[in-house]
């Protein structure tokens, strides 16, 4: 066990994400995802895996240690519901929460289904939670600590 890290952050994961870095990109999906198959196409090429929780709980153990990118606009994207691009689901809901409560300036911008699915292919990796419910996919683009964020973080490294 280690301090002031999430328990669920395994050691693929966490190396997955000390290895990425600024404005790489990564893929937390939900069960239904085609999770595997796009794994292989990414710069890991195997797919990551927290499973038994949900995705918006996953995204909470990821941004506990990775900041966002702060010089996109969009550093996090949720999937849209196929013929009804307004509708938040439940999923998404639970997410669109942790992000808020991360401390991170960011919203959830909408992208359509199959550019989802090709924007993923390009990431740097796929982690698959175990997310039963339907649209709880979403890619976040990896930011940089600068001091002043560094300092205010449990651990961190100057």
């Known amino acids: 066990m280690l301090k002031n890290l999430d328990p669920l952050l395994n050691a693929d994961v966490l190396h997955a994400l000390q290895s990425m870095g ?4 990564l893929v937390i999906c ?17 797919l990551l895996r927290i499973d038994a929780v949900s995705s ?6 990821v941004l506990s240690v990775m900041p966002l990118d702060t010089f996109v606009d969009a550093p996090a994207l949720r999937m849209e519901v ?25 919203t959830f911008t909408p992208l359509e289904r199959m ?15 175990g997310e039963q419910r ?3 996919c979403f890619i976040l683009k990896k930011g940089v600590l600068i001091a002043a964020d560094a300092e205010s973080r449990p651990g961190a490294v100057q």
Not at 30 to 44: C, E, G, N, Q
Not at 56 to 61: D, F, G, M, W, Y
Not at 82 to 106: D, M, N, Y
Not at 115 to 129: D, T
């Open 22 to 25: 600024h404005g790489d990109e």
């Open 134 to 136: 339907g649209y709880g």
């Open 115 to 129: 550019a989802f699915y090709e924007r993923a292919k390009q990431a740097y990796c796929v982690i698959a939670a």
């Open 30 to 46: 939900d069960a239904h995802f085609p999770a595997d198959s796009i794994a292989r196409k990414t710069v890991v090429g195997k």
């Open 56 to 61: 918006a709980r996953v995204l909470k153990a």
């Open 82 to 106: 196929v013929g009804a691009p307004q509708t938040i689901p439940a999923a998404q809901h639970e997410a669109i929460r942790e992000l808020e409560a991360s401390g991170e300036k960011a």
